[in-house]
């Protein structure tokens, strides 16, 4: 290979780069879906029922399944739809609609399985579980579906950061930070700590891309 076709090739290298680096709206999906987690706080709050016996309480989330996966849906529109628009207006391609589509089965099938876990403990109440059921399932929960939908982004746009950050998202959602809230807090009111945290770590995120990106223009 000569100098000269080196030099073009480092120079395709650099554009493609460049390009790849100039599809991408990783600050404003993360903005979204930064959104999405603050609203169901005052939705999950509201909408679980509680029936305390004594020291014994039982809770139902209900609201959970009316909230997110209108919410998500709704999210991942609005997320294909800001790509499109920059993709427009910078006479460039994109390629988030695998991305969303990822979200809508991801959201379908977080539907799915709390529907058929409901069914399936109003006949088997629950006694305890083992750590890796837990574990599933945050993952199937919406900020954990939120999570295994961002990596599919990060794959798509080959986007190093954004994995990295992803996968300290999944590790906060999978791996709970526990302070003794569920210790000392009402019933209802156990899950708006993980929820906030949840929503900061996607908003420092938002954040942090969007200086990124601005530094880079």
């Given amino acids: 290979m000569t100098t000269e076709s080196r030099r073009l090739l480092s120079d395709v290298r650099a554009l493609t ?21 603050f609203a169901a706080i005052p939705v999950d709050y509201v909408g679980m029922t509680v029936d305390c016996t004594g020291e014994v309480c039982a809770f139902d989330r209900i609201g959970v ?15 294909a739809l800001s790509y499109h628009r920059a993709a427009r207006r910078r006479g460039l391609g994109t390629r988030v609609m695998p991305y969303a589509i990822t979200g809508a089965v991801l959201t379908v099938l977080f539907v799915a399985a709390w529907a058929t876990v409901r069914i399936y403990f109003d ?13 599933a399932d945050r993952l199937v929960a919406p900020a ?13 746009e080959r986007n190093v950061a954004l994995l990295v950050f992803t996968l300290g998202y999944l590790a906060v959602v999978l791996v709970p930070i526990d302070f003794g809230w ?28 969007a200086l990124s990106d601005r ?3």
């Fill in 17 to 37: 780069g460049r390009v790849r680096r100039d599809q991408r709206l990783t600050w404003a999906a993360l903005l979204i879906l930064t959104a999405v987690t």
């Fill in 65 to 79: 399944l009316y909230y997110w996966p209108v919410a998500l849906l709704l999210a991942y529109a609005a997320i």
């Fill in 182 to 209: 569920q210790e000392h807090g009402s019933v209802r009111a156990e899950f708006v700590p993980q929820q906030v945290i949840n929503g900061v770590v996607l908003a420092l995120g938002a954040a942090g891309f």
């Fill in 123 to 135: 006949s088997h109440p629950p006694v305890s579980f083992p750590w890796w059921v837990m574990v």
């Fill in 215 to 217: 530094k880079r223009s």
């Fill in 144 to 156: 954990g579906t939120i999570g295994v939908a961002l990596l599919v982004l990060a794959r798509l």
